[in-house]
Structure formats: structure tokens, C-alpha cells
Nanobody, 125 residues
């Protein structure tokens, strides 16, 4: 089993920054894809960013390109989402997810094996 715990959410003004963290514990695997999803009230859960843990390749949804950066620290078993230039439309609960031995597609929540409980991000205007 793998456990994921998100942290770093909060309330920030438009244009501000937050860094989300997702700490993994329990059994680890040699190959992971890590994804950050978000879900706003009344909307579907959507993939924000993903990273292939071993290869380091990344993906971003168009709406966050140039503003968000996903990265990982193997020594800390942690993946980060640095969020800059935040906009009110970024307001959502953000979830970390892990896919073991990834085969894709990264955008589909159903391919992920483990999920965190989420952390609230609220951006005021």
C-alpha cells in the first residue's frame, strides 16, 4: 500500500503563489506517474499536472502552463506543485494521485492507483 498526504493549500490573493506538497509513505515502487488533479464546486475533477517519476517527463493542462511547475524529490518521497500567478479560477480542492507502473493516459483519473485526501486552494480577487 501507498499513502499520499497533501499539504500547502490555503487562501491567497490573485497573483500570489502557493506550493503544494504530496508526501508518499508505505511501499514504494520503481516506476510511478504522479498527478495533481483539482476539483472545483460543480465541476469534474481534472488533471492539472503530471510527472513520470523515473524519467522526469511532465505534462500540464493548457490553463496552467507557464504558471505551475510539478517536481519531485526522491529522497523525501515527495512531489510538489509550485503555483504562481494564481487566478480565482484556480480555486479548487487539489488532489495528489499516483499510478504504479504507468501506462497512461495521465489525464484519466481512473488509471491512478492511490489518492490523497486533498487540500483546499482558494484564490481571491
Amino acid at each position: 500500500q501507498v499513502q499520499l498526504v497533501e499539504s500547502g493549500g490555503g487562501l491567497v490573493q490573485a497573483g500570489g503563489s502557493l506550493r503544494l506538497s504530496c508526501a508518499a509513505s508505505g511501499r514504494t515502487f520503481s516506476s510511478y506517474a504522479m498527478g495533481w488533479f483539482r476539483q472545483a464546486p460543480g465541476k469534474d475533477r481534472e488533471l492539472v499536472a503530471a510527472i513520470h517519476w523515473s524519467g522526469g517527463s511532465t505534462y500540464y493542462v493548457d490553463s496552467v502552463k507557464g504558471r505551475f511547475t510539478i517536481s519531485g524529490d526522491n529522497a523525501k518521497n515527495t512531489v510538489y506543485l509550485q503555483m504562481n500567478s494564481l487566478k480565482p479560477e484556480d480555486t479548487a480542492v487539489y488532489y495528489c494521485a499516483a499510478e504504479v507502473f504507468p501506462s497512461g493516459p495521465y489525464y484519466n483519473p481512473s488509471v491512478y492507483d492511490y489518492w490523497g485526501q486533498g487540500t483546499q486552494v482558494t484564490v481571491s480577487s
